[in-house]
């Protein structure tokens, strides 16, 4: 006896292991969420983004932007319609993570392929989506670096977003689930 007691837990805690169905609908959720994102980063392997166009690296990633709110609001009304909200609102934020790290991939790809001394290296699109990780994660390993003044600043934009972006797309994911979770009040005997 190590002189720990195990934590016993009241009874009617409402726990994710006791209710039926919880587990089926967590994987339901993470089915969904990987289907998404498989299919951003299908897109992001097939789509021409790393041939010259005439539409600005900007511009492009303002219509990101676009989208991912867009993808927010989607998700807030999924949450706030569901029965289970923190699943839900789980699942956004996966998805809103992949809708953050796509098109900076897809921009910083083609910017290499317009110009190869844009960074360290030239970047393929596999080279592209590591960096833009890297980047997200705050790793900096420093084997890609961006050299131009506009990659720079482009990486800086991504920064900037990233803490931004993750941190609102968390609030009010969180929020929308705190919200729908008091309009569903007490379930199973629980608070």
Known sequence: MTGVRPATVPAGTDRVSERPGSLGRALLSALRTFVV?????????LAPWDRPTDVAAVWRLVVWL?????????????????????????????????????????????????DPATFTQPLTRLDAFYF??????????????????????????????????????VKVLAGAARRRRESLGPR????
């Open 37 to 45: 994102i498989g299919l951003l980063l299908t897109a992001y392997a």
């Open 66 to 114: 676009v989208l991912v709110v867009s993808a927010l609001g989607w998700q807030v009304r999924g949450v706030m319609r569901s029965p289970h909200p923190w699943v839900r609102a789980v699942e956004g934020a996966g998805i809103g993570v992949a809708l953050l790290l796509v098109p900076f991939a897809a921009v910083y790809a083609g910017l290499s392929a317009a």
């Open 132 to 169: 833009t990780v890297t980047v997200f994660a705050t790793v900096g390993f420093g084997d890609i670096s961006p050299l131009t003044e506009q990659a720079r600043l482009l990486v800086t934009v991504q920064m900037l977003a990233d803490l931004a972006l993750i941190g609102t797309i």
């Open 188 to 191: 199973d005997g629980t608070p």
